[in-house]
């Protein structure tokens, strides 16, 4: 046999085994793919709790808010993201957002003359939602903690005990429940718990988030980040819109302050003039009476001039 006829008894044996190999590859592919989709089912099943959370901030948000919303949604994986929202549209608009986006829970951030943070958290369905002004935000970044947790993790809630003696408050811890707890089985989670979220109440009802790691079995706690405070401004009973449920009366707005403020320094600007006048009249009024001339009520007697001259005369007259 030639060269030739050898390569051709040759070829088929090859195709058979190439086409023998690609069909045990692609049935070892058809095999991981159902696998995969096993475990999504699984795991779909499972996920029974579909809650989601769209956070996003309106224009003319700082950089601060911005971070802030950044290491939350690093934290909860359960979130979506959304553009800024014109401040001059109304806030129902923020349902239908949320409904496109297939959203129950909503974290706005609205900020006014870029200085006053305000929060909105509201249950879109059904209600209620509540507005909260933001002191003394501190990002991850800003912090630099020592500690640390694993990203996309489930963490645990712990609520003061002040939260369970008002109304009002019961109504905001179980808001804060739904929105910031990762629903279990979520395929972005991590089946891990290693931190805490702690919403504690001030004597002056404001509501401390802190966020803090679980080191060990021994429960030691590291601070992670991020940390702010909200003050409640009101509780409506739709969402972004309803009759007001509670109204904070020890809420003072920030404009009301930077007023009194203001008021204090322009009394302050006033006494300082007055009291410039008041000196300028003194001066003026000590100056005049030093130019009067006021005679002398003792007289003559202490004149010392005079004795110099009577006993410069009595020399005159010893010696003549």
Known sequence: MGKAQKLLAIAPSRKIKEESDGSESESSSD????E???????SNSKWTNRTRVLIFCSRGSD????HLMKDLCTLMPHTKSETKFDKKASLSMINEIAEMKNCSKVMYFESRKHKDHYLWLSNVESGPSMKFLVHNVHTMDELKMSGNC?????PILSFDSTFDEKPHLAIIKRSLTQIFSTPNYHPRSQPFVDHVFTFSVSTDDKIWFRNFQVVDESLKLQEIGPRFV???IRVFNGSFEGAVLYDNPNYESPNDKRRVLKLAHQNKYA?????EKMQDAKEIEVKAALKEKVEDP????????????SEEARKGSFSN
């Open 31 to 34: 095999d991981e793919s159902v």
């Open 36 to 42: 995969q989709s096993d475990t999504k089912k699984v």
């Open 63 to 66: 950089f601060r808010t911005r």
């Open 150 to 154: 694993l990203k996309a993790s489930r």
């Open 230 to 232: 909200l003050e409640l």
């Open 271 to 275: 006494n300082r003039k007055l009291n």
């Open 298 to 309: 003792a007289g003559e007697i202490f004149n010392t001039e005079a004795l110099q001259v």
